[in-house]
Nanobody, 124 residues
């Protein structure tokens, strides 16, 4: 069955960096849309960055453009999110999600399978 396991979260100071990993299994990574989402306390879940299965096109939330980079290593069945220049407003639980259906962007309701999440806290 489809499984997604995130890792790499933690506490970091503003301006610092983290790299999240999402180890996947049970499906062909290159045949599924996949991405990163986050949910801060008291807020709705939002799309951070997603990769299209069709041509590898990436999309980013406006607030992370130029700071975050999504990538995947199909040989390792792993999705990554490199996060630089972190800000306090990036504090959230970060989730990896995927779907075998086509998506129109990085909208959480279009994704079927979710990991358990990893906490990212940006604070001095």
């Amino acid at each position: 069955q489809v499984q997604l396991v995130e890792s790499g979260g933690g506490l970091v100071q503003p301006g610092g960096s983290l790299r999240l990993s999402c180890r996947t299994s049970g499906f062909p990574l290159d045949s599924y849309d996949i991405g990163w989402f986050r949910q801060a306390a008291g807020k709705e879940r939002e799309g951070v960055s997603c990769i299209s299965r069709n041509d590898g096109t990436t999309v980013y939330h406006d607030s992370v453009k130029g700071r975050f980079t999504v990538s995947k290593d199909s040989a390792k069945n792993t999705l990554y999110l490199q996060m630089n220049s972190l800000r306090s407003e990036d504090t959230a639980v970060y989730y990896c999600a995927t779907t075998g259906w086509g998506t129109t962007g990085c909208k959480s309701y279009e994704y079927d399978y979710w990991g358990q999440g990893t906490q990212v806290t940006v604070s001095s």
